[in-house]
């Protein structure tokens, strides 16, 4: 499976964003595709995942109610729209891809196999 994350940019706080992750190759059924994000010397964080199966979206305390994640099955692409920025969404963001993740796996970057090259997110006050 390759991930190729594009969307990032720079953007005054309280603005907005949209990153995408195409997926290609041998992508199974019941797969999750999530976002993490690394900030300058901090280590990788969970963001948002979305399952194929049904949909459901998990979220960082930290972003939800202004990021908002989907996917189309139908193009193995991933939407992450962000809202709202603030300076601390600053960071590389990386979208990743699991399959059949408990939810209690959701979280943990070490369930995901499959990581795209990641793109920076720059959010300036």
């Known amino acids: 499976v390759q991930l190729q994350a594009s969307g990032g940019g720079s953007v005054q706080t309280g603005g907005s964003l949209r990153l995408s992750c195409a997926a290609s190759?041998?992508?199974?059924?019941?797969?999750?595709m999530a976002w993490f994000r690394q900030a300058p010397g901090k280590e990788r964080e969970f963001v948002a995942a979305?399952?194929?199966?049904?949909?459901?979206?998990y979220y960082a305390d930290s972003v939800k109610g202004r990021f908002s994640m989907s996917r189309d099955n139908t193009k193995n692409q991933g939407y992450l729209q962000m809202n709202s920025l603030k300076p601390e969404d600053t960071a590389v963001y990386y979208c990743?891809?699991?399959?059949?993740?408990?939810?209690?796996?959701?979280?943990?970057?070490?369930?995901?196999?499959?990581w795209g090259q990641g793109t920076q997110v720059t959010v300036s006050s």
């Open positions: 990743a891809m699991g399959s059949r993740l408990i939810t209690s796996s959701i979280r943990g970057p070490g369930h995901y196999p499959y």
């Open positions: 190759g041998r992508i199974v059924t019941g797969n999750t």
């Open positions: 979305v399952r194929s199966s049904d949909r459901s979206t």
